[in-house]
T-cell receptor, first 115, second 112 residues
C-alpha cells in the first residue's frame, strides 16, 4: 500500500519563475492538504482540497494556487517565486469522513530552493 | 487565532532517561491536540492524539494528557531510546477547522 508520494523531491528555481509540485495521496484517501515548512519551523497550512475544490486556505498570497484531479491527486503551483518561498513543501492526505478528517498521512516533501 | 508554543530544543538525553517536551496552546472552543514526529529524511507521522479534555493519548511508550485548565499537552516518555531521536511537533486542530496549527518543533537527541 503506497503512502503519500510527492514529486520532485528537490527543486531549484530562480526568483520570478513558476513551479509546480505534485502529490499522490495514500490509496483510498480523498482529501489533500498542503503545508509549507521553513527551515527550523513547524509546517504552515497553505490550503486543502476535497472533491476538486479548495475548501480552506491559510494565510498565503494568491501566488499560491492548487488543483485536485478526479483521481484525488493534487498539484501546488507557485508563481513569481521569491527567495522567501524556499522551504520544504509537504502534502498530507486524509479521508474526509474518517476520524473527522484528523488522521493525516504526510509525504516526505519537496525541498524547493529559490536562488 | 490558534497558536501552539513548545519548548525550544535541542533536548539532549542519555538512553533510558525520562523525557518531557512542553506544549501549550491558545484556541477557542475545544480543539483536538496532536503530537507528530519527524525522523530524518521522512515525512511527519502522527504519534498520538487527544480529542477532549482529560483524554490521554499514548503510543510507543509516549503519553500526553489534554489539560484544558492549563491549556497544555506535554509529551512524556519514561525511558527514551536512541531510536527516538527526531523532531517532535505539537499541533492542534480547531473546532470546525480543516487545518492543523503546528508548533515550531523540538529536536530530541538521545545519546547511547
Amino acid at each position: 500500500d503506497a503512502g503519500v508520494t510527492q514529486s520532485p523531491t528537490h527543486l531549484i528555481k530562480t526568483r520570478g519563475q513558476q513551479v509546480t509540485l505534485r502529490c499522490s495521496p495514500k490509496s483510498g484517501h480523498d482529501t489533500v492538504s498542503w503545508y509549507q515548512q521553513a527551515l527550523g519551523q513547524g509546517p504552515q497550512f497553505i490550503f486543502q482540497y476535497y472533491e476538486e475544490e479548495e475548501r480552506q486556505r491559510g494565510n498565503f498570497p494568491d501566488r499560491f494556487s492548487g488543483h485536485q484531479f478526479p483521481n484525488y491527486s493534487s498539484e501546488l503551483n507557485v508563481n513569481a517565486l521569491l527567495l522567501g518561498d524556499s522551504a520544504l513543501y509537504l502534502c498530507a492526505s486524509s479521508l474526509a469522513y474518517l476520524d473527522n478528517n484528523e488522521k493525516l498521512f504526510f509525504g516526505s516533501g519537496t525541498q524547493l530552493s529559490v536562488l | 487565532g490558534n497558536s501552539v508554543t513548545q519548548m525550544e530544543g535541542p533536548v539532549t538525553l542519555s538512553e533510558e532517561a525520562f523525557l518531557t517536551i512542553n506544549c501549550t496552546y491558545t484556541a477557542t472552543g475545544y480543539p483536538s491536540l496532536f503530537w507528530y514526529v519527524q525522523y530524518p529524511g521522512e515525512g511527519l507521522q502522527l504519534l498520538l492524539k487527544a480529542t477532549k479534555a482529560d483524554d490521554k493519548g499514548s503510543n510507543k511508550g509516549f503519553e500526553a494528557t489534554y489539560r484544558k485548565e492549563t491549556t497544555s499537552f506535554h509529551l512524556e516518555k519514561g525511558s527514551v531510546q536512541v531510536s527516538d531521536s527526531a523532531v517532535y511537533f505539537c499541533a492542534l486542530k480547531g473546532t470546525g477547522r480543516r487545518a492543523l496549527t503546528f508548533g515550531s518543533g523540538t529536536r530530541l537527541q538521545v545519546q547511547p
